[in-house]
């Protein structure tokens, strides 16, 4: 388990949400990020700062540390689905299994996302009540996965996505509404500058980002897990 001096950041949801935008909108490869980042668990607050690279639907090494004390306290996180490992200075350990299946139910948004932006009739969707806010909604359903509610702004691009996760750390379902704001551009992919998201009503994590790359295929060794499975 990956720990900061403060409660556990929620890497993979932010990541695996902005992931999903990007996608929609052109055939990237992998992105990369860096950002700040406010935590809200455990009834404490954490600043963040850090690096997110992901190759969707399933790879991904994302880097945070406390923003006050620096680099110095860095963290990872390696997702090479099926697996996934964590990553404090050198030593690497299998991710633990509630945090896997956590990352999975957030994964598997990307490939709802993504069908719909590609060009998927809205048909094969169940069209379902507006949100809070008047955005048109969606629910997507899939065999052997949760059911996904997708609300589009009155521009067209998704706004609001309610879903339920496996927590990270409790191994219960949790009920996630994340609302996606702003834009930052690269090689015609439209990013969301700001994440928010709220697990079961309260406040959980807000990400805003300062600068965004659409780059090659991730390349570092780390996603073979190399130190968590010797020969």
């Known amino acids: 388990m990956i720990e900061h001096r403060g409660p556990e950041p929620p890497f993979l949801s932010p990541l695996l949400l902005l992931t999903l935008v990007a996608c929609s909108r052109a055939p990237a490869v992998a992105f990369t990020w860096t950002?700040?980042?406010?935590?809200?668990?455990?009834?404490?607050?954490?600043?963040?700062?850090?690096?997110?690279?992901?190759?969707?639907?399933d790879t991904a090494i994302v880097t945070t540390w406390l923003r006050a004390a620096g680099p110095a306290t860095a963290r990872s996180l390696i997702l090479a689905a099926p697996r996934g490992w964590t990553e404090t200075g050198d030593s690497l350990s299998p991710m633990p299994s509630?945090?896997?299946?956590n990352e999975r139910d957030e994964f598997y948004l990307y490939q709802l996302i993504r069908l719909m932006s590609r060009g998927e009739k809205r048909s094969?969707?169940?069209?379902?009540?507006?949100?809070?806010?008047?955005?048109?909604?969606?629910?997507?359903?899939?065999?052997?996965?949760?059911?996904?509610?997708?609300?589009?702004?009155?521009?067209?691009?998704?706004?609001?996505v309610r879903f339920a996760?496996?927590?990270?750390?409790?191994?219960?379902?949790?009920?996630?509404?994340?609302?996606?704001?702003?834009?930052?551009?690269?090689?015609?992919?439209?990013?969301?500058?700001?994440?928010?998201?709220?697990?079961?009503?309260?406040?959980?994590?807000?990400?805003?980002?300062?600068?965004?790359?659409v780059v090659p295929p991730l390349q570092d060794p780390r996603l073979k897990g190399a130190h968590a499975d010797p020969p």
Do not use: N
């Open 124 to 160: 094969s969707l169940i069209p379902i009540a507006a949100d809070t806010l008047g955005q048109q909604g969606f629910r997507a359903e899939r065999v052997g996965r949760p059911a996904a509610d997708l609300f589009l702004g009155h521009d067209g691009r998704l706004a609001h």
């Open 35 to 57: 950002g700040d980042a406010v935590v809200h668990a455990g009834g404490q607050t954490v600043d963040i700062s850090g690096q997110w690279q992901v190759q969707p639907p």
């Open 98 to 101: 509630a945090m896997l299946a």
């Open 165 to 213: 996760v496996t927590g990270a750390g409790s191994g219960k379902t949790a009920i996630q509404d994340v609302w996606l704001e702003g834009e930052i551009t690269h090689r015609g992919v439209h990013w969301p500058a700001r994440i928010r998201i709220d697990q079961d009503g309260e406040p959980y994590f807000d990400l805003v980002i300062h600068h965004f790359q």
